[in-house]
């Protein structure tokens, strides 16, 4: 575990739950898990978020995963990112120890999925995937996570402990009014396809990835 981030004054007013539902679901290496999916009333965003629960969560400081919408990586298996591996291994993590999923409908760090895929051109032209953000005149990264607090809120979580490598993300919670007592890595997912775009990550918002040393291949 890392250190906790640092603790800020919360917001008010919290969200409710509109509705309740089990979720089977099929994990990556053919097990099952059972999940409760929620969706909410009067989140501030007014977007589509889900939050899904497993087992037993921790009740002092439960885990949760905020995991952004990717369809390309998420449904399609794009090996341009590492989105699909992580929300698998999240899944996998949450359905052995207990916790909350957050699916967040943040497509492309908040652009859109249309937009996000003109991104892809250009990084295809040379930018990197923040560079080819600011080139379509948006922010390197757009998510507000206010919503995600406010499911939490009406989930009756206030104190967390975070699967995440983006240190925006705690940053925010804790602003929110979500204490973030401990931060867990996520696994490091690289390879041929996306290693650039990891880069980037790690350079441009201190993503805390191990990735591998090429500074040695030919």
Known sequence: MTAPCAHVIPLKDTPSVRTVAQLPIHLADGREASSTIYSFHGLSDAKEHV???????????PLVRLHSECMTGDVFGSARCDCGPQLQESLHRLHEDGGYLLYMRQEGRGIGLYRKLDAY???EQGHDTFAANRALGHGEDERDYAAAAEMLKALGVTRIT?????????TQLQALGIDVVAVEPTGVFSGEHNLRYLEAKVRHSRHTLALPDTSQEN
């Open 51 to 61: 939050a899904l629960r497993f087992g037993n969560p921790d009740s002092e400081a």
């Open 162 to 170: 975070l699967i995440t490598n983006n240190h925006d993300k705690c």
């Open 121 to 123: 051109r250009l990084q």
